[in-house]
C-alpha cells in the first residue's frame, strides 16, 4: 500500500472537506506518518475516515476530526500546549509541529513509552509525554496557550480553563451519547471566558471524567 498516496487523499477528500483549511495543520497532516502510530493489524485502514481501535475501549479518532479538533485550537508557534490523552502519540506529532512545546498526558502508564518511541523515531523533540490522570487538567505544568481533550466530557470542569493562560484556548467535546458538541472555550481575561459550539460529533469518553450529580426525587 502506498501510504504516501492515501495521507494525500486523506488530506484533500476527508480534512478539506470537512473545513479544515487551515495550511499549516493540512501541511502537518502530510508530514506526519499516521500509519506508525495506528496498531499493526490496522495499518491498511490507517488513512480510513473512521476510529481506530487502540485496546481497552480506547480509539484513535477519525483523521479529518483530529485534524479538526487542531485547527480550532489555532496553536502558534510559540505555543505550550496541554493534550489530555496520548493515546498512540499521532495527535501529540501534529500539535508538536505546530507549537513550540506539547505536554501531553497519557492515564494508561502502558502506553507512555510506546508512544515516545514513536515521536523520538520521527526525531520530535518538543512533545512531553507523562503518565497520570489529566482529566482535570495538569496544574504542575500550566499555564497552556491551548488545551486540546481527546476524549469527551459529560460536563467541562472548571479546572481545565482555569489553567489557560490569557488568550488561551480550550478545545473539548461536551456532552454525553447521542449529543455531543464540541466547544472552544476562550480565556479573555482573568476570571472571564467566551465559549462557543463549533459543531456535533460523537467520541468516546474520557477516563475519569467528572460526572455531574443527578438529582433524585
Do not use: C
Not at 487542531?70 to 501534529?94: K, N, P, R, W
Request: no cysteine; hydrophobic share 50%.
Amino acid at each position: 500500500m502506498n501510504f504516501q498516496i492515501a495521507r494525500f487523499n486523506m488530506v484533500e477528500s476527508q480534512a478539506r472537506t470537512w473545513d479544515v483549511l487551515d495550511q499549516r495543520v493540512l501541511d502537518r497532516l502530510l508530514a506526519v506518518p499516521r500509519e506508525e502510530f495506528v496498531p499493526r493489524d490496522w495499518k491498511s485502514l490507517a488513512y480510513a475516515d473512521m476510529d481506530l481501535p487502540l485496546g481497552h475501549g480506547e480509539v484513535m479518532l477519525a483523521p479529518k476530526l483530529a485534524a479538526r479538533l487542531v485547527q480550532e485550537a489555532a496553536v502558534l508557534e510559540t505555543d505550550h500546549v496541554l493534550e489530555i490523552g496520548t493515546g498512540s502519540g499521532y495527535m501529540t506529532a501534529l500539535l508538536a509541529g505546530l507549537a513550540a512545546r506539547v505536554t501531553s498526558v497519557e492515564i494508561r502508564p502502558e502506553w507512555v513509552e510506546p508512544a515516545r518511541a514513536r515521536l523520538g523515531a520521527l526525531g520530535i523533540g518538543n512533545a512531553t509525554i507523562e503518565a497520570g490522570d489529566a482529566a482535570l487538567g495538569w496544574p504542575a505544568a500550566a499555564p497552556f496557550d491551548a488545551i486540546v481533550v481527546t476524549g469527551s466530557l459529560p460536563t467541562l470542569p472548571d479546572e481545565l480553563p482555569a489553567q489557560l493562560a490569557p488568550g488561551g484556548r480550550l478545545v473539548a467535546v461536551v456532552g454525553s451519547a447521542p449529543i455531543m458538541t464540541a466547544r472552544l472555550v476562550t480565556r479573555v481575561s482573568p476570571g472571564v471566558f467566551r465559549s462557543a459550539g463549533l459543531f456535533e460529533t460523537f467520541i468516546a469518553p474520557l477516563r475519569n471524567a467528572r460526572v455531574p450529580e443527578r438529582f433524585v426525587f
